[in-house]
């Protein structure tokens, strides 16, 4: 007997039991068709080769484990960050399932967001009809504000054209003609996540600036002295805003948060579903027309965006994923330049613990070596803290990273002595990581949830910093932006190297000379 | 929580009428009148359920339905865990879906199994422009070249590749012939087919019929029948659940000669015509396959439900009844054997959860199979409904649910809040989806696609964990914490 009443086991247990263990065995030996434990250890030893790491590298068609999603990804975590604005995906209803479900294992929050739902007849005659009823079952039922419609790559591909669409759907009386309806096109070909939540910002500032698709005047900007801030597409959306919003506040700063999502993922649990919270109102979006300045704190995330809010007259000012010290230093420098409040001597205190934090620390980071893999902006960012700490980055890879983006990383690698010797690799997956963690290997790697397997196959120990994370709870409560944010960056890696150490030195009789109690 | 007023079934029905008709007002006049056929409560004087299925989700709301390409490589093909399955188009559709269904496997993933890992054509618009069956052609070469344990291929299409004229079939056969003929299958699985996962689940099947069975030739002649070989067909070992069904059928004296598809392999799935009885428990996604071995091999299939005692000790006398007094002996002994277990489970969790409401919206064969167990547990579901049903699994639902129980097809978020709001269950069973949305109404709740990580749920084994895990979800100390007490 296996399971009992008094000890109910998790799977981990029950099947290492051997009666389970004898099952899989049977199984394998009878009907597999296995090909040998001798041949299994022969070509796994082989795929840990600098010989299969070329063939690996030589690849140009497949992509094994990519750590980049889709464009409408994006889109929705872009147009979540409204007022009461619903997400409406314009096309197949599968791609609206993955998405909700995406972004709930990450945050372990509700994420609302409808699909036109187009099939087969949609395909043939185009999406018309399903834009058409769909704008006025979701009108009606969940009683948006804003609608945010974005397309996936089977309405890109057949060709729908969403301003005409949208126009069509009012005249058919979907919605009313005032009722704010933004769009982009955001083909899951192109780019990546990242590619999304840009054009759909864009599309958003467009909006609500030039006229709403030429059914009202364009704003006429009239510069005041308030800023908007863009957070970029962020795994930490949650801890980081609110993080942006008390420096903010801090140093007595006009500011918009331009897509606030902080609040829509992190509902409480009071006896109240909140399809919509918190999020950018409507009027702050067109107002934001007027700031004096848009500060991003993702450069590659952004590109368009800004490019558009520079052509309405603005500075544009954007950062990498900024994390540390001189990445904060940067930060707060900006704003302060922009809007000409000081510095603040509470931010300068936080900064002056987290300088004190890592000289009571470096000592064990530095030296240590670490591969870093995630979205471009958050890799640069990672790895200047890392840098500050006295670690070696050795590979930093983006699968949606570009030329541009490895560039600015090399420039990053080269202007310290610890960047020496390290590599960035630009539209690379995580099968070529593995490659290189067993040629090149590094003490630790910083990525998300999916580097558990590269933890796995090649011993290299995982801190999980980035998107998605869905194998550890609240992270994405915890902010990584600002001196508080580096902190708690800062504790996470020394808890990982800790936790190694402890596990280096824990076998009695064996290793555990220097199994210390302090550290 | 649950109202401790005993209700009748007359009371039960028209509550549910007037519910089903407030929902519905919500709705435009056309989506209403659509949305209409698929709400109702069962009326045991009925033969069937009443209400409408396998059609069309109207635009613009919150289904929670998935798409053909998530029913074939998500559900179907995936698991296969020594073939390796391309997401052939963009990025995202293998993204959102990598590893997150939790068909364990056991082998040595990355060199002899591939289940946890995601293949991409990663699609850029030049692919879109100029077609992509160069590039699938190169990318069946460099599989072949860094895996070459890999003992077949699979091509899961998504959207864009029906609709710019792709011609994956010819590309895998031309590949399967450069490589000795092992299995390149190519699945027309886009996911603007169809309404649901659903018609992925029937393309997935046909596709073995016709890409697998069809070419499996000589390759299964050293296959040693026995008299009591048998098929698990329709289990996808979610948190390990055909493997704590497996154990009870060799237990009775029966040998496995194929999983399907969760833990299963391409060597499984030939030899499976050979079985003399097909065990069926996911009728939707697999019902396809079994009909046809049935007509063409002469197997005959029973279904199966192995979600608590009740449910399991009917199907282990089921399934040996198709078989000799050898294996009615054994099921009767493995019956016996795990008895005193079941009854320990049962006098642990039933007086914590007996009388406890339950509401169900799941997938698959769920929303009825599940009944049993909480029923073991002194549960009662009141409302369940299917994501992607047909009207056969309507009618079989009949023969689970209670008179007055509240029936809802493809049900809307709209909908299904405002059921659990007025309905107010002790336990909801949904998917991640929904999981959230309830447990801020401070609705206890339980993935019943995933089983929130835990499981097995299926066998013996499996209930102890079901039974603990709603236990855990009822009698959490938070849910007596959602009203601050000043509020």
């Known amino acids: ?450 580097g558990k397997y590269l933890e796995r196959d090649t011993g290299t120990p995982l801190i999980r910093l980035g998107f998605p994370v869905f194998d550890r709870h609240h992270h994405h409560r915890s902010p990584v932006w600002g001196y508080q944010g580096s902190m708690n960056v800062l504790v996470k890696i020394l808890d990982k190297i800790f936790d190694e150490m402890d596990k280096a030195t824990n076998t009695a009789g064996k290793t555990d000379v220097s199994f210390d109690i302090i550290r | 929580m649950s109202t401790a007023v005993a209700e009748s079934p007359a009371d039960i029905k028209e509550r549910n009428k007037k519910l089903i008709g407030e929902v519905l007002e919500a709705y435009p006049d056309k989506s209403a009148k659509r949305r209409a056929k698929h709400l109702n409560t069962y009326d045991a004087e009925k033969a069937e359920c009443s209400v409408k299925s396998n059609i069309k989700s109207i635009p613009g709301v919150m289904t929670i339905r998935g798409c053909a390409y998530a029913g074939s490589k998500g559900v179907v093909w995936g698991p296969i865990k020594d073939m390796v399955h391309i997401s052939h188009g963009p990025v995202g559709c293998g993204q959102y879906s990598w590893g997150s269904r939790r068909n364990y496997y056991k082998g040595t993933t990355g060199v002899d199994t591939f289940g946890t890992m995601q293949f991409t054509s990663d699609f850029q618009e030049k692919d879109i422009v100029f077609g992509g069956d160069k590039k699938l052609g190169k990318i069946i070469d460099e599989i072949q070249e860094l895996f070459p344990l890999s003992k077949g291929i699979s091509v899961q299409s998504e959207c864009p590749i029906g609709l710019i004229g792709d011609d994956i079939e010819a590309v895998s056969k031309a590949k399967s012939k450069q490589y000795d003929g092992k299995p390149i299958i190519p699945v027309r699985c886009e996911g603007f087919r169809g309404v649901s996962q659903s018609l992925g689940h029937h393309i997935a099947n046909d596709v073995i019929r016709d890409w697998v069975f069809d070419k499996a030739g000589e390759k299964n002649a050293g296959f040693q029948s026995t008299p009591y070989d048998v098929a698990i067909i329709g289990d996808y070992n979610i948190g390990g659940d055909a493997w704590a069904s497996r154990i009870l059928l060799e237990e009775m004296g029966l040998r496995v000669i194929a999983q399907w598809s969760g833990d299963g392999t391409i060597a499984e799935l030939e030899n499976t015509p050979k079985a003399k009885l097909n065990i069926l428990h996911c009728y939707r996604s697999m019902n396809y396959i079994t009909r046809h071995m049935e007509e063409k091999f002469g197997i005959p299939w029973v279904e199966y439900n192995f979600f608590g005692p009740t449910k399991i000790e009917a199907s282990l006398r089921e399934i040996a009844s198709k078989f000799d007094d050898k294996i009615k002996e054994g099921a009767e002994r493995v019956i016996a054997k795990y008895k005193p277990q079941m009854e320990a489970v049962i006098a642990k969790y039933r007086p914590r959860l007996e009388g406890k409401k339950v509401m169900l919206y799941v997938g698959g064969l769920r929303p009825r199979h599940v009944i049993g167990a909480y029923e073991d547990l002194g549960m009662e579901v009141v409302g369940t409904g299917y994501e992607f049903g047909h009207n056969d699994d309507y009618q079989r639902t009949t023969h689970y649910v209670k008179d007055g129980t509240l029936i809802y097809d493809d049900v809307t978020g709209y909908e299904f809040e405002k059921f659990v709001e007025k309905v107010r269950p002790d336990l909801v069973g949904s998917g991640v989806k929904e999981k959230y949305i309830f447990q801020k109404m401070g609705v206890p709740f339980r993935q019943m696609h995933s089983w929130d990580y835990s499981g097995p749920y299926h066998g013996y084994d499996g209930f102890g964990i079901f039974a603990r895990d709603m236990d855990i979800a009822i009698n959490a100390p938070v849910w007596k914490l959602t009203k601050a007490p000043w509020s």
């Open chain 1, 1 to 450: 007997m296996t399971e009992t009443a008094e000890k109910i086991r998790d799977h981990f247990e029950l099947f290492r039991e051997p009666q389970y263990e004898e099952l899989m065995e049977n199984k394998r030996k009878n009907f597999e068709n296995y090909v040998g434990d001798a041949e299994v250890t022969r070509v796994a030893d082989w795929t840990k080769t600098k010989e299969y790491q070329d063939k690996n590298f030589a690849r140009e068609a497949l992509v094994i484990n990519p750590a980049k999603a889709c464009q409408p990804l994006g889109a929705v975590f872009a147009a979540v960050g409204f007022e009461k604005t619903l997400p409406f995906v314009h096309g197949s209803q599968g791609c609206v399932a993955y998405y909700r479900s995406h972004f709930t294992r990450h945050f372990k929050e509700p994420t609302s967001c409808v699909s036109s739902s187009m099939t087969e007849d949609a395909a043939v005659f185009g999406g018309l009809n399903n834009m058409i009823d769909g704008l006025a079952n979701a009108y009606a039922l969940y009683k948006p504000k804003m609608i945010a419609v974005s397309t996936t790559c089977m309405a890109e591909v057949i060709g729908d054209d969403l301003n005409a669409f949208i126009k069509n759907a009012k005249e058919k009386g979907s919605v009313p003609q005032e009722f704010d309806v933004t769009y982009a096109h955001t083909p899951a070909f192109v780019g990546s996540h990242i590619t999304g939540y840009d054009n759909t910002m864009k599309g958003i500032v467009e909006h609500f600036w030039d006229g709403k698709s030429g059914t009202v005047e364009k704003l006429e900007r009239k510069p005041n002295e308030s800023i908007n801030f863009l957070g970029g597409f962020d795994g930490y959306t949650v801890g980081n805003i609110r993080e942006i919003k008390r420096i903010f506040e801090l140093m007595g700063v006009d500011y918009t948060i331009f897509g606030d999502n902080s609040d829509v993922w992190d509902t409480p649990a009071d006896g109240e579903f909140r399809m919509y919270d918190g999020g950018t109102t409507l009027e702050q979006a067109a107002n934001a027309v007027h700031a004096k300045a848009t500060i991003s704190m993702q450069e590659f995330c952004t590109e368009k965006t800004l490019a558009t809010i520079a052509d309405h007259g603005q500075e544009v000012v954007a950062f990498n994923h900024p994390v540390g010290i001189a990445g904060t230093d940067r930060f707060l420098q900006a704003v302060s330049r922009i809007t000409g409040k000081a510095i603040p001597e509470a931010l300068t205190k936080e900064r002056g613990r987290l300088v004190d934090a890592i000289g009571d620390s470096s000592a064990h980071i530095h030296g240590k070596k670490f591969a870093i893999y995630g979205d471009p902006d958050l890799c640069y960012g990672l790895a200047e803290f890392i840098l500050e700490l006295g670690g070696e980055p050795v590979h930093i890879l983006a699968t949606n990273g570009n030329k541009a983006w490895e560039a600015k990383v090399q420039a990053l690698l080269d202007s310290s002595p610890f960047g020496a010797g390290c590599k960035v690799y630009a539209g690379k997956d995580l099968w070529h990581l593995r490659s290189l963690l067993f040629t090149e290997p590094v003490d630790f790697m910083i990525g998300n949830t999916y």
